[in-house]
């Protein structure tokens, strides 16, 4: 399946975005789709992630109380909305996809090689 995200930019600390990822199919309910992101100079990091067959979502600790995913499962996409936007959150952000059988999963959800479908990723610029 392909991704394809939108919605990054640039914005001034403290203020909002919202990112979209649409799917190109139907995506199964045993998959769990996020967000993860990769600032210059560092490694990809899971962001927030949602497991489609019960909205249960995972969040790194960076984010919760900021960033919130949700789903519209009758559209095929995730969003992330991000609010209190910080310096620090400057990253390509990218949804990616893996297929679960019961959940994104409590120790698993941050692995990168477990997602098997990822989008192109967009810029978000936070100064």
């Known amino acids: 399946v392909q991704l394809v995200e939108s919605g990054g930019g640039s914005v001034q600390a403290g203020g909002s975005l919202s990112l979209s990822c649409t799917a190109s199919?139907?995506?199964?309910?045993?998959?769990?789709m996020g967000w993860f992101r990769q600032a210059p100079g560092k490694g990809r990091e899971a962001v927030a992630v949602?497991?489609?067959?019960?909205?249960?979502?995972w969040y790194t600790a960076s984010v919760k109380g900021r960033f919130t995913i949700s789903q519209d499962n009758a559209k095929n996409m995730v969003y992330l909305q991000m609010n209190n936007l910080d310096p620090e959150d400057t990253a390509m952000f990218t949804c990616?996809?893996?297929?679960?059988?019961?959940?994104?999963?409590?120790?698993?959800?941050?692995?990168?090689?477990?997602?098997?479908?990822w989008g192109q990723g967009t810029q978000v610029t936070v100064s």
């Open positions: 990616a996809a893996q297929g679960r059988a019961t959940g994104c999963g409590r120790y698993s959800w941050r692995r990168v090689a477990d997602y098997s479908s």
């Open positions: 199919k139907f995506i199964d309910a045993r998959v769990c």
């Open positions: 949602i497991y489609k067959g019960d909205d249960k979502a």
